[in-house]
């Protein structure tokens, strides 16, 4: 997370003509109708919330005015689809707000780098794996829950560095390409959690995961025995 005060206005401004539109957008494309009717939907939204609050929350603040935090979006978009995803991380996001754990300013560019990034990220791969059809679940498990978390975990990193090496308000440390092993201790931890997390959904509740076919995966192979 990046406070306002390490980016130009320009960068802020950006920030919030790329997150407007596609917050506009998920808004428009959300089940809300479902979402009434179903108490079930509405109990996974909210408690959904509340962890991304309560995971956002639990982070290392620097002096220099960027925060780190896990990120928590993959198995979120796994379970509430993108358009809630977003809409829900948007809830959290204010939260932060009205705790004064982030700044409103900045509300543009950390929406643009930390959600609708992981969540690009982990629907790209989720499409990908259902148009290959795979009948094996962990093949769902790794590439969308474990290696989704991790390349997302990866890019916010970067795109987060190159825009605060672009504005040029931050004092970027000099033996940066020491960084790249510090990477792993990043990545790992998210892959893990949110890799966890959706190998535990598949197990015990796979009906809570709107992108995972059940039809597909758990249903055991036909096999004509012959007559008897």
Request: proline letters at 5%; one cysteine or more; glycine letters at 8%.
């Amino acid at each position: 997370m990046i406070g306002a005060q390490l980016l130009s206005p320009a960068s802020l401004v950006i920030g919030w003509l790329i997150y407007l539109p596609v917050l506009v957008w998920a808004i428009r494309r959300s089940p809300w109708v479902e979402l009434f009717t179903d108490s079930r939907r509405q109990h996974l939204l909210f408690g959904t919330v509340f962890a991304l609050f309560l995971l956002w929350l639990v982070r290392r603040d620097f002096d220099t005015g960027v925060s780190y935090h896990f990120i928590g979006l993959t198995a979120v978009t796994l379970l509430l689809d993108w358009p809630l995803a977003i809409v829900g991380a948007l809830v959290a996001q204010l939260g932060l707000v009205l705790l004064g754990r982030q700044d409103l300013a900045a509300l543009g560019v950390n929406g643009s780098l930390l959600i609708l990034l992981p969540v690009l990220v982990t629907e790209t791969c989720a499409v990908l794996v259902e148009r290959a059809q795979p009948r094996n679940p962990f093949v769902y498990i790794f590439c969308s829950g474990f290696f989704a978390a991790a390349l997302a975990a990866l890019l916010c990193l970067l795109a987060s560095l190159g825009l605060l090496w672009f504005d040029g308000r931050f004092a970027l440390p000099e033996w940066l390409e020491d960084f790249v092993g510090y990477l792993w201790l990043i990545i790992f931890p998210e892959a893990f959690i949110n890799g966890m997390l959706v190998s535990a959904l598949v197990v015990f509740c796979p009906e809570w995961l709107e992108t995972f076919n059940r039809t597909r995966y758990l249903s055991a192979p036909w096999k004509d025995d012959g007559p008897r």
